[in-house]
């Protein structure tokens, strides 16, 4: 999704940049929890129960929900809970840059290790050095602009006649299918327009053929 929100940015920086990615946020609210939100609950797992578990195999973000409670109970019992839910091996990623040893227990953090680990958390530093070896781009960004169009047929506003679709305009959607539906309904919508302003150009010739030959 980077690549579609920052296309030009990232074209014009020749691919080459400095990123900053909160991993902690709520799906359901669509909000990032702040350094301080972490910090506090990961120094409260130095006098948890949990507290001698290793902190590349436990933690807060990774506890799974208690089995004996439905899932409807569970989502009151950690509406008032800091949590952060990342996956597995990215946990363990995170642990490594932020200079975690691999066999260190919640007990054993010192709060400067909890702080770096909050940080790490909520303002990871990635280094973007170019494009994917690949090439998976499936979609242009630029093109025609979309104020320049009429939205009911895709024609010009600057040029009778001329009607646009698909790649020509300045769309470049997120992944799952939007491209798709764009191009589809743009030279839907221009062709129709397109086809009933020939119709209508050969019939208006029409008649006025007709009436010179009368």
Same mark, same amino acid.
């Given at each position: 999704?980077?690549?579609?929100?920052? !296309?030009?940015?990232?074209?014009?920086?020749?691919?080459? &940049?400095?990123?900053?990615?909160?991993?902690?946020?709520?799906?359901?609210?669509?909000?990032?929890?702040?350094?301080?939100?972490?910090?506090? !609950?990961?120094?409260?797992? #130095?006098?948890? &129960?949990?507290? +001698?578990?290793?902190?590349?195999?436990?933690?807060?973000?990774?506890?799974?929900? #208690?089995?004996?409670?439905?899932?409807?109970?569970?989502?009151?019992?950690?509406?008032?809970? $800091?949590?952060?839910?990342?996956? #597995?091996?990215?946990?363990?990623?995170?642990?490594?840059?932020?200079?975690?040893?691999? +066999? @260190?227990?919640?007990?054993?953090?010192?709060?400067?290790?909890?702080?770096?680990? &909050?940080?790490?958390? $909520?303002?990871?530093?990635?280094?973007?050095?170019? +494009?994917?070896?690949?090439?998976?781009?499936?979609? $242009?960004?630029?093109?025609?602009?979309?104020?320049?169009?009429?939205?009911?047929t895709m024609e010009s506003k600057r040029v009778p006649g001329l009607f646009f679709a698909g790649e020509v305009l300045d769309i470049d959607g997120v992944t799952g299918g939007y491209n798709f539906l764009s191009c589809w309904t743009t030279g839907f919508l221009s062709g129709s327009a397109a086809g009933e302003?020939? @119709?209508?150009?050969?019939?208006?010739?029409?008649?006025?053929?007709?009436?010179? &030959?009368?």
């Amino acid at each position: 999704r980077l690549s579609a929100f920052a !296309a030009r940015e990232l074209a014009q920086r020749d691919y080459r &940049a400095i990123i900053s990615v909160n991993w902690c946020g709520d799906d359901a609210t669509q909000t990032t929890l702040t350094t301080a939100d972490v910090l506090q !609950a990961l120094v409260a797992m #130095k006098t948890s &129960a949990d507290a +001698k578990k290793d902190v590349a195999t436990f933690c807060p973000e990774l506890a799974p929900p #208690k089995a004996d409670l439905f899932v409807e109970e569970w989502d009151d019992v950690a509406a008032g809970e $800091t949590t952060v839910r990342v996956p #597995k091996r990215l946990w363990v990623g995170i642990l490594g840059a932020a200079g975690v040893r691999e +066999k @260190a227990r919640w007990a054993d953090m010192s709060n400067a290790q909890l702080e770096t680990l &909050a940080r790490t958390l $909520t303002d990871c530093r990635l280094t973007v050095t170019g +494009k994917g070896t690949f090439k998976e781009e499936f979609v $242009t960004a630029g093109g025609v602009a979309l104020g320049e169009c009429n939205f009911k047929t895709m024609e010009s506003k600057r040029v009778p006649g001329l009607f646009f679709a698909g790649e020509v305009l300045d769309i470049d959607g997120v992944t799952g299918g939007y491209n798709f539906l764009s191009c589809w309904t743009t030279g839907f919508l221009s062709g129709s327009a397109a086809g009933e302003r020939e @119709a209508l150009c050969v019939g208006g010739v029409g008649e006025q053929a007709e009436s010179i &030959a009368r």
